[in-house]
């Protein structure tokens, strides 16, 4: 159980487009899903709270208009990279909370995108 | 800047040997979690410690909270290639979760 998928796995993309990176609980509904972006040899880094049917908790520093995220059903959101610099090339991780009140969470296998 | 701080960040030892990887804040945790990662991977969960004191063990991983829930340790022991990988703690927090900065261990067969 508690199983997350994310698609797609890689994207590579040219500069000035957008890109939307989806993020799936496959046996779980999820009030709560997470993002967290990831440089090379790096932590993890929130950028991001996702919560069914409100707007996105963003962290300090992260553009909300340039991270667009969109948590319209329990088992699913997504995360759109407008406007993509090479400078936004990077491993982007979900996780959804299986309810509230529970401290574990399960990540997404990760998507790699790269903008040439 | 990162709530949590790992040490080491990079560790490479030999099959068969012991290691300690530690993490520390300068709040006191409500939980912490340790997670696995592997290259291009997500992270897998390892363990959630909420007690302070508290001595969990997952086979030759042992995992403690200290004490005044500021710290805690993995432990591993006679360490395998397939315990290669990048060790992340986290703080889990009623509506977030923050990560340490992560300590990649590379066992050599």
């Given at each position: 159980?508690?199983?997350?998928?994310?698609?797609?796995?890689?994207?590579?993309?040219?500069?000035?487009?957008?890109?939307?990176?989806?993020?799936?609980s496959?046996?779980f509904q999820a009030t709560t899903m997470f993002?967290?972006?990831?440089?090379?040899?790096?932590?993890?880094?929130?950028?991001?709270t996702s919560n069914e049917g409100s707007?996105?908790?963003?962290?300090?520093?992260?553009?909300?208009?340039?991270?667009?995220?969109?948590h319209?059903?329990l088992?699913?959101?997504?995360?759109?990279?407008?406007?993509?610099?090479?400078?936004?090339?990077?491993?982007?991780?979900?996780s959804a909370r299986v309810r509230e009140g529970l401290y574990e969470q399960y990540?997404?296998?990760?998507?790699?995108?790269?903008?040439? | 800047?990162?709530?949590?701080?790992?040490?080491?960040?990079?560790?490479?030892?030999?099959?068969?040997?012991?290691?300690?990887?530690?993490?520390?804040?300068?709040?006191?945790?409500s939980s912490?979690?340790?997670?696995?990662?592997?290259?291009?991977?997500?992270?897998?969960?390892?363990?959630?410690?909420?007690?302070?004191?508290?001595?969990?063990?997952?086979?030759?991983?042992?995992?403690?909270?200290?004490?005044?829930?500021?710290?805690?340790?993995?432990?591993?022991?006679?360490?395998?290639?397939?315990?290669?990988?990048?060790?992340?703690?986290?703080?889990a927090g009623t509506y977030k979760y923050?990560?340490?900065?992560?300590?990649?261990?590379?066992?050599?067969?």
């Amino acid at each position: 159980g508690a199983v997350v998928s994310q698609h797609p796995s890689w994207v590579i993309c040219k500069s000035g487009t957008s890109v939307k990176i989806e993020c799936r609980s496959l046996d779980f509904q999820a009030t709560t899903m997470f993002w967290y972006r990831q440089f090379p040899k790096q932590s993890l880094m929130l950028m991001a709270t996702s919560n069914e049917g409100s707007k996105a908790t963003y962290e300090q520093g992260v553009e909300k208009d340039k991270f667009l995220i969109n948590h319209a059903s329990l088992t699913l959101s997504t995360l759109t990279v407008t406007s993509a610099h090479p400078e936004d090339s990077s491993f982007y991780i979900c996780s959804a909370r299986v309810r509230e009140g529970l401290y574990e969470q399960y990540f997404g296998p990760g998507t790699r995108l790269t903008v040439t | 800047t990162q709530l949590l701080e790992q040490s080491p960040q990079f560790l490479s030892i030999q099959e068969g040997e012991n290691l300690t990887v530690y993490c520390n804040s300068s709040s006191v945790f409500s939980s912490l979690q340790w997670y696995r990662q592997e290259p291009g991977e997500g992270p897998v969960l390892l363990v959630t410690v909420v007690t302070g004191g508290e001595v969990k063990k997952l086979k030759r991983l042992t995992f403690q909270f200290g004490d005044a829930r500021k710290d805690s340790s993995l432990h591993i022991t006679a360490a395998q290639p397939g315990d290669t990988g990048l060790y992340l703690c986290a703080l889990a927090g009623t509506y977030k979760y923050i990560f340490g900065t992560g300590t990649r261990l590379k066992v050599l067969a």
